[in-house]
């Protein structure tokens, strides 16, 4: 599944509970694979960290998620 998020974790983070229910549903059937988006992927991260426990829920085998570098700029 492949969702796209917006530019604001807020505005994303509700639009994306159908799909936590439908990950769940295609769960017991299949094993899917995710993949998130945002029209700026850098503004992904934050994204990711905010549906990491919802998607823990979903499947315990998830864990922990990664440390999370901090990164000012490339240079």
Partial sequence: ????G???VDESV???QIWLKK???WQADSNPLLFLHTPDMGDVFPLV???WPQLQKLDARIGNGP???QQDSLF
């Fill in 1 to 4: 599944m492949r969702f796209i």
């Fill in 6 to 8: 917006s530019d604001s």
């Fill in 14 to 16: 509700p639009l994306f």
């Fill in 23 to 25: 990950l769940a549903e």
């Fill in 49 to 51: 960290q905010a549906l």
């Fill in 67 to 69: 440390d999370w570098p």
